[in-house]
């Protein structure tokens, strides 16, 4: 089990990064970078997981024992972060995608190349 | 004490408080971020004011309770104390500087420039690696906002690449972390640390993408495209941040996680950031724009403090001296010239001509420059120092060549730029205003690099010997510097006699350095003697001036090393910023400039190797060299004969010297060449005479003395230039010099000494007459003088003197020099370079009467016809010189005898006897007194015999026959002394053929070229960034991980 989740989250990255390096258009760039981010969202947890043990919500779990029987919470916790991150982040591309677009009424990537050398 | 905590809180709270500011309060708010950042300055200053008085200990802060790994800590050391304290004063300085740019945007901005400073104020503090990680996220978030301050095209797509590539460098080093954490167990550094992840092959893949993801945030040559965009396209105050404040907390992210993964991986980040200090530089050689040849700058000294940082093994304890001292430099340096560049606001760096309009704005330029390059006195000087010295010791040749290198072609971009601004011919000059909140800034940037230099100097080894006296009178003169000529300049003389006195009891007993402290001080005063002639302030130059006396009598009195290495680096600058004064001479300042610095760099290496040899830091090492000695020696003579402008390295010399004000050019003939010999007898005193290698060197060296003085003066004699001909003439006689040291006889050295000392006396009144009767005739060409004579009657009998010394004449003291000299030949037995230097001889007197005959001789021009004698603050110096030679002419044994007696435990025989006024040697003897009487007596005689015999001669008047009726077109070919020597020009022209310019510029095209190859890949499409990026970290791992 463990093994599909951190191959599913490796593939997302690389699935990510071929869309960041190969798609012309900036949106699809922006929708590359967010696949890789989820990738290595999942990468994360999937590190932290442990077999045979549940998620570390304590309402559900006596918190004396819980120590042995939840998974590691701390990738969880910084799963967390990280799409709050990730989102600021493509927040703040997406704005950049749609200033671009005003300045040049265009959202192919070849058309940013003034600066150079 | 405030705490640390309180940076963070307060610039968090600010900025979210003013996100409520209604409208009356929002007119506030760029005052309160300028308070919040003033309170974080305050509250880092004030640790590291503490912990530099060792009063109190490391501080860590555990946040919600906890201790770590449970919770994030944050430390507080004197290392953080000294990051934050360099982050919030460029936070606050920039919040100044942009206080207008903020204000337009409103709010947000300054909400996310605070926002910005707290991130990097983290970054820095923080033992926790996630947390770390967030934080650089945030940081990279705000400084894309930041970029959004230019609202433009150029920014918006720098923006993007940035946000692009730094995504996917955090995404790696988010893999790295949980992978960290997967193997160490903790997400404290400290636990990262210590659990060793580099030993084992599985959990090296933590350490290897950490690393690479920390060095790409350094931006390493040549997967950089993204962020050398942010520099060229953003608001120059937020490029000064990025440059000063972003770079320098990545970087001690790196010193941070240093010890990771082991001493391997330190060398791969040495190596990444060698090749990002040369790379970086190299393309900096082709760039025309401010900000981006700014932005290759920074992330080449960025480059060169990854390199120390890897090196910390190999520095040992002396890695935070060093690496401080060069971070403060390019901090100060870089964020100055930032602001520099947004007020000046110019598309090219030729547009910073403007800044001529504002001498101030020029001296902070001129100060950042030679910041950058590591020049006295500012702290990048000693850091760069103590690093060659510190490798040399190691044995590390490979990676002082790189600095050395990198430092060089470093040069070759600034100077030119900073040439541009001094000198370039603008039509229009751009109009810039300047406003209080932004020049303010840029001198506190100043006053950082010269206080901290000063402040450091002592922590080097012999660094607190170094004498700050002449520079402490170089800024009184900067200060008073608006005060007429005639008050500076008696101020300036005054200072000089002054020095004498004092400096006189220190060298009495050291006859070599009070023979070469008379020709700097005495000629020092002579030669700004001629100054009361000029009219108005002459901005800028008695403090340059001064400040080459300053390094040249500071080569005189070091006995260390490091104070000669200062002392000479002192020259360099101020002889520069003298010749570069010039009407034309742009061109000649630079490459003058830049021989300079590579001769200096090859001092500094063999410095290096004379230290690591003993551990001596005083200039005695030079005489126990024993790691590399012929190399060392080989090393050190170059750097000396760039100075001497010997074959090979004197193509700066003719256009700096004959180009240069008629009074400078003598101070940098006559007087600042004698520097390099001085470095050269120093250097052959010290050198060991019983290995092979010296004499093989010495062999070499008296070749290209006596090549030097074949093409000097062949060159010398087809100039039509009055002023070029001294110049190469000056390159002759440096040559005589050279060949008479490198016998390395008794007699030689005499005979170096005498054309030492007859060069100072005859090129000073050479250059003072003939430069004074150019400036008289408005013209160098010697084919539009003549006739002189009469109307410049004292100006004939100083040149006449003077060429009768030059030419070796008795009974005037050249001849004493040519006396010993071929006695030393002989003696010697080195018959072929003996028979080119006799030839070159006769050659002399091709010039000579050349000189004297077109500007004095022949027909008086009808434009010439009102004029009259040169100034006599021209004249009275000449004739003191003058003085000096008959004095030393007629009595020569007062000042041979006791450089004989000085010289004659060097060499094993005295092959020179005194008899009273006669000096013999083994090949006949000579006496200059009588010489002087009996020619006296018969030049006497026959002129009083002529003057006899012509009293009846009747009195031709001139009359124009010159053109016969011709039109000419180019009426100078007319002139008998224009190209008066095709023939020989015809026969013998090869030697003088500018092979050797020609190899230069092949080199620096060679350069150039490369650089401009290679900054192809910065093709300006993102996605291309994006995966240099991306094949960097292949590239990496293959290499570093792959068994490649």
Redesign the interface.
Known sequence: MEYIAISTGFAL?LLG?WG??SQ?N?IK?VLG?TI??TG?NI??VS??YVKGKAAPILDVINASEAANKIVDP??QA?VL??IV?GL??TA??LV??L??HR??NSLD??S?????? | MVGPIYIIAVALGLAFVMGLFGKSLKNLSEWAMLAGLGFMTFVSGQWLLEFMNNTRAVETIFTAGFKPPYSINLQMGIQEAFFTFIINVVGLLGGIYLFKDLKQTGPNAMMVFLVFVMSLNVVVMTRDMFNLFVFLEVGSIATAGLILLNNNGNALQAGMKYLIATGIISSILLVGIIYAYYFSGSLNIDDILAANLGASKVTVIAVFLIYVSVLLELKPFPANGWGIDVYTAANPGIGALVSAASASASLFVLYKLASLGGAEWLNYIAIIGGITFVGSNLIGTKQESPNRLLGYSSIGQIGLLTMIVGLSNILGEKMIFIASGILISHYAAKAGLFWLSGIINAKDIKGWAALRKSPFLLFLFGTFVFALIGFPPFPSFFGKWELIMTLATGGHWAWMVTILVGSFIEGIYLFRWLGYAIKLDHDELPDFKIEWNKIFPVWIMAIVLYAVGVYVSPLTEGGMFINYLPLMFVLFLFAIDFLPIYIKNTVSIGGIIWYMFHIYPVLENDLLRLIFAGIFLIGGVLTLMAGYNKKGTRKGFYPMAMMMYAGLIGIIESSSMLEFFFSWELMTAGSYFLIIRGKRSLPHGYSYMLFSIGGAYAILFGFGLAFASGFDTSLAALGDINILPTLAYSLLAVGFMTKTASLGLHIWLPGAHGEAESDVSPMVSAILLKAGVFGLMLLFLYMDRASAGANNLWYVLGWVGALTTLVGNMSAAFQEDAKRLLAYSSIAQLGYILFALSIMTHLGWLAGFTYTINHFLFKAILFLVVGGIVVKLGTHNMYEMGGMIKKMPFSFIAVLISIIVIGGIPPLSGFAGKWLFYNAILEKGWYFQGALIFFSGIVAFLYLYKLIHSIFLGQLKDNHRTVKEISAWILVPSYILIIGIMIFSAFPHWILKPIETMIAPYFSSQALMWDGTKALTSYGYWDGTTIMIVVGTAFVLLLTWLIVLSAKAKKIEQFNIVFAAERPFRPETTHVSYNIYAGYKKALGFVVAPGITIFWNVVSTFVLEVANWFRRIYSGNMQNYALHVVLYIVVFYLIALGGF
């Open positions: 990255m990064l960041i390096l012309k900036l760039i970078f890789f981010d290595i990468v994360m590190i932290g701390v990738p910084l972060t990280a991150i600021g982040v703040l591309m950049y995608v200033k671009l300045e040049k990537i070849n940013f190349k003034d600066l150079k050398w």
